[in-house]
């Protein structure tokens, strides 16, 4: 009757550690997820003060500001443009229009070449067991 007396008690201290164990585990997975939370809050309130200074460097009148004070441009006349008479002649076609393209044609040469069964990359082939 000791002898089981004694295992009930050994039974009962283990379960007592073993619940032990898992509260600690458990209160520190909880500080664990509540640090975590704190720094996400911490990212979040440093990208929305990120986001506020880029809206600022970024705004219109600023920037208008700053081109006209460390820029020399001038503002674009209808006049600086010149008619299409004027332009240069277009560059002379390396093939006739009825020929075909010989840049095309020796992507089809290495296209027609290439095995499109390859596999590329570090994916190993599959092999065929049959």
Do not use: C
Request: proline share 8%; no cysteine; net charge positive.
């Amino acid at each position: 009757m000791r002898f089981i007396h004694l295992l009930v008690i050994g039974a009962l201290i283990f379960a007592a550690a073993h619940v032990y164990r898992i509260k600690m585990d458990s209160t520190a997975r909880t500080e664990k997820v509540l640090r975590l939370r704190a720094e996400i809050r911490e990212q979040r309130d440093a990208i929305a003060s990120l986001r506020a200074e880029w809206a600022k460097l970024d705004a219109p009148h600023r920037l208008q500001g700053l081109s006209d004070r460390h820029l020399s441009l001038k503002p674009i006349n209808g006049t600086q443009y010149d008619s299409l008479k004027n332009l240069p002649e277009r560059p002379p076609r390396m093939f006739r229009p009825g020929e075909p393209d010989p840049i095309g044609a020796m992507l089809k040469t290495i296209e027609a070449a290439s095995d499109p069964d390859s596999v590329t990359g570090s994916v190993p082939q599959p092999e065929d067991n049959q």
